[in-house]
């Protein structure tokens, strides 16, 4: 650990422009499951698609029944190690931003500006309608969901709510996919934490920045779909690996 620590260290301190790049692996430590790892969340359930949710009233009861379930587990998580360390490069101006395949709003708590934290899969922690936009708290949905005794649907146009979130079946979002390529296309130096490559298109960025010149970390403690493409590999524990950075 401490080797590829050292030589994780040198190429931040010889790039210009940082891009971490973030999934499920992050945010273990603050006692949020990943999908795939031994007892991650697939194991219990299988993900709800988007056509399965808008399909019937029983299915979007049942997804919001579910997220309920997660606000009471994991709603108090608090950002870790890692999440700290990449706040402390972005407010040294070292990354401009971060990519995050993950919904559970952390690095926006460890302290990146909302506006520079790229959400690909977007956020588990509110709501919207989906056909206004409207955006809802979970809360109210919770209440709502107590008094009608099934998940609510938006009382200014009818439509269903949905957390924020992009689920297998529903389109990426443009915005973020744009600001994504743009940033990649702009780093030196791209990091991917915590994340099993396996997702597409969000696995499309660290090839991206390769093919673009700039040198791929891959930095997760079991082998990724990309290991073959990265010029450092760090398999290791996150938070182990990436408390040097943090500085308050
Ligand atoms: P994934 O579960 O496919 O991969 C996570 C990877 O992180 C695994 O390869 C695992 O070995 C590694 N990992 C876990 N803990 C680690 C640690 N402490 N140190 C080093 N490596 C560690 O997750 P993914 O690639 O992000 O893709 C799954 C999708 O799941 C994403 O699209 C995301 O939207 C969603 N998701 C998000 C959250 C969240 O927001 N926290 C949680 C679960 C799933």
Same mark, same amino acid.
């Given at each position: 650990?401490?080797?590829?620590?050292?030589?994780?260290?040198?190429?931040?301190?010889?790039?210009?422009?940082?891009?971490?790049?973030?999934?499920?692996?992050?945010?273990?430590?603050?006692?949020?499951?990943?999908?795939?790892?031994?007892?991650?969340?697939?194991?219990?359930?299988?993900?709800?698609?988007?056509?399965?949710?808008?399909?019937?009233?029983?299915?979007?009861?049942?997804?919001?029944?579910?997220?309920?379930?997660?606000?009471?587990?994991?709603?108090?998580?608090?950002?870790?190690?890692?999440?700290?360390?990449?706040?402390?490069?972005?407010?040294?101006?070292?990354?401009?931003?971060?990519?995050?395949?993950?919904?559970?709003?952390?690095?926006?708590?460890?302290?990146?500006?909302?506006?520079?934290?790229?959400?690909?899969?977007?956020? *588990?922690?509110?709501?919207?309608?989906?056909?206004?936009?409207? #955006?809802?708290?979970?809360?109210? $949905?919770? %209440?709502? =969901? &107590?008094?009608?005794?099934?998940?609510?649907?938006?009382?200014?146009?009818?439509?269903?709510?949905?957390?924020?979130?992009?689920?297998?079946?529903?389109?990426?979002?443009?915005?973020?996919?744009?600001?994504?390529?743009?940033?990649?296309?702009?780093?030196?130096?791209?990091?991917?934490?915590?994340?099993?490559?396996?997702?597409?298109?969000?696995?499309?960025?660290?090839?991206?920045?390769?093919?673009?010149?700039?040198?791929?970390?891959?930095?997760?403690?079991?082998? *990724?779909?990309?290991?073959?493409?990265?010029?450092?590999?760090? #398999?290791?524990?996150?938070?182990? $690996?990436? %408390?040097? =950075? &943090?500085?308050?």
């Amino acid at each position: 650990v401490d080797t590829a620590r050292d030589q994780l260290a040198a190429l931040v301190a010889r790039a210009s422009v940082v891009l971490p790049f973030t999934g499920a692996g992050i945010s273990t430590e603050c006692g949020i499951p990943d999908f795939r790892s031994p007892g991650g969340l697939w194991t219990k359930n299988a993900p709800i698609g988007f056509d399965e949710f808008l399909a019937s009233q029983a299915m979007r009861d049942e997804a919001w029944r579910r997220r309920f379930a997660m606000q009471s587990e994991f709603g108090a998580a608090r950002p870790g190690r890692g999440h700290r360390a990449l706040a402390s490069l972005y407010r040294q101006g070292k990354a401009p931003a971060v990519i995050t395949q993950n919904i559970d709003n952390l690095h926006q708590a460890s302290g990146i500006e909302p506006e520079d934290v790229v959400e690909l899969h977007g956020n *588990t922690t509110y709501a919207l309608c989906l056909s206004c936009a409207r #955006r809802y708290e979970l809360v109210w $949905v919770q %209440e709502r =969901f &107590v008094a009608e005794g099934h998940a609510p649907d938006c009382p200014d146009c009818g439509g269903h709510i949905k957390t924020a979130t992009i689920s297998f079946g529903q389109a990426m979002p443009e915005v973020e996919m744009r600001r994504a390529e743009a940033l990649t296309l702009r780093c030196d130096l791209f990091l991917a934490i915590g994340s099993s490559l396996v997702v597409w298109p969000a696995a499309g960025f660290p090839l991206l920045a390769k093919r673009n010149g700039a040198r791929l970390v891959i930095l997760n403690r079991e082998p *990724t779909e990309l290991d073959h493409a990265a010029d450092l590999v760090v #398999r290791a524990d996150i938070g182990t $690996v990436l %408390e040097t =950075f &943090v500085s308050s």
